[in-house]
């Protein structure tokens, strides 16, 4: 048998504040139509993959050294094409990498939160706040959303008054619910904040909304923004997250990072891939364009849809969300219950992808509803 099979977590002596607690679980399954993990569905072209092999190859001659601890070429790509997407100038100085933006957030808790510690969020939000939250010893402190699942800056605010958290997350767009929040609204909300603020910018290439990388200067000492190369640069294997801050935020969390936690495998694939953004970002227009033709369909055929500035969607009204996320799972279909009571939530995947996703929402539309 398995060397330790009869010891449960049960039997572990787990901090109190993880028992009962379950970790993030996307079902990682092998079906026709993946549409569950906001994945951008273009795979990379071959002159990406050719580039990063090429990449990867030169690095691997360094491969008995520890790679640049400070990725400061890397973090100078990035600063770039921050720059260059957001019209706010930002120096290497400004930007932090790490192994995806769940990473980052997470160094930013060991450095602002921790014991004694708290954390805001706006729920529904991206579940792995919380979780990072736990994992780091701070508490966590939901604040609500409106009906429409839009953040009403004002509530936001008594909120933060009322709970003084030493972090705020505001996820822009939201995830899962889809809508951004514009800068007035975040300056309100920053102003009002004791302590960090995190505007987590994962799906910021999608937004119509500018990026609160404008608010930095306004606010350095206590605004960070979080970015992704997962989504719109459609590298999530790659595993590479990056913030855009005030220096002194990258100094602190330099006390926090594990040295060498970029590999130079990942750092000299990253900044392949970011040698074609212009090419990888032009498919983020062509996802914008098949979420709305999704989005009306949807409609159409009488689905109740939250607007949607992401390459995701939330829609319902189900009588039994999780018997109808089965539904769709039987039909090859698999979506993600987000575990708000009558609603589903959908990526927007390629075109043919979408037929099918569209196709079945149709079958479903008299039945589940
Ligand atoms: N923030 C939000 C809002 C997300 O939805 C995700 C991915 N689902 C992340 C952060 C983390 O993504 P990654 O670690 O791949 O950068």
Do not use: C
């Amino acid at each position: 048998g398995i060397p330790g099979r009869s010891v449960t977590l049960d039997d572990l002596p787990l901090r109190d504040a993880l028992r009962g607690k379950s970790p993030y679980g996307a079902p990682q399954l092998q079906v026709p139509v993946v549409l569950n993990t906001n994945e951008n569905p273009h795979p990379p072209s071959q002159a990406l993959i050719d580039d990063v092999a090429k990449a990867v190859a030169a690095a691997s001659e360094e491969l008995h050294r520890y790679p640049d601890r400070d990725a400061v070429g890397l973090r100078s790509d990035l600063a770039a094409y921050l720059s260059s997407a957001t019209g706010v100038e930002l120096s290497v100085d400004n930007v932090w990498a790490a192994n995806g933006s769940n990473e980052i957030l997470q160094q930013i808790l060991q450095a602002f939160g921790g014991p004694g510690r708290s954390a805001m969020g706006f729920v529904p939000s991206y579940s792995m706040h919380p979780i990072i939250s736990d994992g780091t010893q701070t508490e966590w402190v939901p604040a609500y959303r409106a009906d429409d699942f839009s953040l009403d800056a004002e509530q936001a605010v008594a909120a933060i008054a009322e709970h003084r958290p030493d972090v705020v997350f505001v996820t822009s767009p939201n995830n899962p619910t889809g809508g951004s929040v514009p800068l007035d609204d975040l300056r309100a909300i920053i102003g009002a904040a004791p302590g960090i603020v995190i505007v987590d910018e994962a799906y910021g290439e999608f937004s119509s909304q500018p990026s609160a990388t404008a608010l930095i200067d306004e606010f350095g000492s206590k605004l960070i923004v979080s970015r992704t190369m997962s989504k719109a640069f459609a590298f999530a294997g790659g595993r590479l997250g990056y913030l855009a801050a005030a220096p002194a935020v990258i100094e602190a969390l330099l006390l926090v990072r594990l040295p060498y936690h970029l590999s130079v495998l990942t750092q000299a694939a990253a900044r392949a891939a970011l040698q074609h953004a212009p090419e990888t970002l032009g498919g983020v227009a062509a996802i914008a364009a098949e979420r709305d033709r999704v989005v009306a369909a949807l409609a159409g055929m009488g689905y109740d849809v939250t607007p949607s500035d992401a390459n995701f969607i939330l829609f319902g009204d189900f009588a039994d969300a999780p018997a109808t996320w089965q539904r769709y799972l039987d039909r090859g279909v698999l979506i993600r219950d987000v575990g708000i009571p009558g609603r589903l939530r959908a990526t927007i995947g390629l075109p043919a992808e979408n037929d099918v996703f569209l196709t079945v929402s149709a079958e479903l539309a008299d039945t589940d509803r």
